[in-house]
């Protein structure tokens, strides 16, 4: 069964810093994998997808992630953090008909 | 606005009561999901549809729970006899196809307490 772990339930960084949100993914086969944002009192958005054509994925505001076989890891990064970054996060796996499974996501605070 | 639209965005009913709950979905999309969010958790697949036809319930929809996609355009959520627990967001989301790779796309949801 796909399945994906976050490892943070909260990560909190300084405006400007780095982000790293973590994701491990366990799946019986080659996975897609996502990579979503939601905003206080906003729907899920997108951030950017795997889908096995690059390992490295770059998304929208300056967001990516790595695609790491071996390590079984997707994670998020983003090279300077800004104030609008703070929401919840989530990373999700697709099952084989589309299904979107969801981790329990992480929530990013950015400190001023 | 072309996005996933669902209504009504709160609502407040009494236990025991029944409620019902409408996603319109993007136009051309012939997949649709529902999925249920509590506070502090990742959202829960409850239910999906391929154009009118539902593919797959989770065991999370008890028989309270009924689902329906006539026509294959929006779709609907009813929820008998509600409970505390029942409380609530609940995410509509729809996608061009059923596949591994397909972006979903969702609605901002409703919000369902039972008091």
């Known amino acids: 069964a796909q399945s994906v772990t976050q490892l943070d339930s909260h990560v909190s960084v300084s405006e400007g810093t780095p982000v790293l949100l973590r994701c491990n993914y366990s799946?019986?086969?080659?996975?897609?994998l996502f990579w979503y944002v939601q905003h206080p009192n906003k729907g899920l958005q997108l951030l950017l997808k795997?889908?096995?054509?690059?390992?490295l994925v770059k998304g929208i505001n300056g967001f990516e992630a790595e695609f790491k076989k071996s390590e079984t890891s997707f994670h998020l990064t983003k090279p300077s953090a800004h104030m609008s970054d703070a929401a919840e996060y989530f990373c999700?796996?697709?099952?084989?008909?589309?299904?979107?499974?969801f981790g329990q996501g992480t929530e990013l605070s950015v400190k001023p | 606005d072309t996005g996933v639209s669902q209504d009504p965005r709160h609502k407040i009913t009494k236990r025991g009561q029944n409620v019902t709950f409408r996603c319109d979905p993007i136009?051309?999309?012939?997949?649709l999901y529902w999925y249920r969010q509590t506070l502090g958790q990742g959202p829960e697949f409850l239910t999906y549809?391929?154009?009118?036809?539902?593919?797959?319930k989770s065991r999370l929809l008890s028989d309270r729970f009924s689902a329906e996609r006539p026509k294959g355009s929006f779709s609907t959520l009813e929820i008998q006899r509600t409970e505390q627990g029942d409380s609530a967001m609940y995410l509509c989301?729809?996608?061009?196809?059923?596949?591994?790779?397909?972006?979903?796309?969702f609605g901002q949801g409703t919000r369902l307490t039972v008091v």
């Open positions: 989301a729809s996608s061009l196809k059923g596949e591994m790779n397909t972006e979903a796309f």
């Open positions: 799946s019986s086969y080659s996975p897609s």
């Open positions: 795997y889908t096995s054509a690059a390992t």
């Open positions: 999700v796996v697709s099952d084989r008909r589309g299904k979107l499974i």
């Open positions: 136009s051309e999309h012939n997949r």
């Open positions: 549809f391929q154009n009118e036809a539902q593919l797959e």
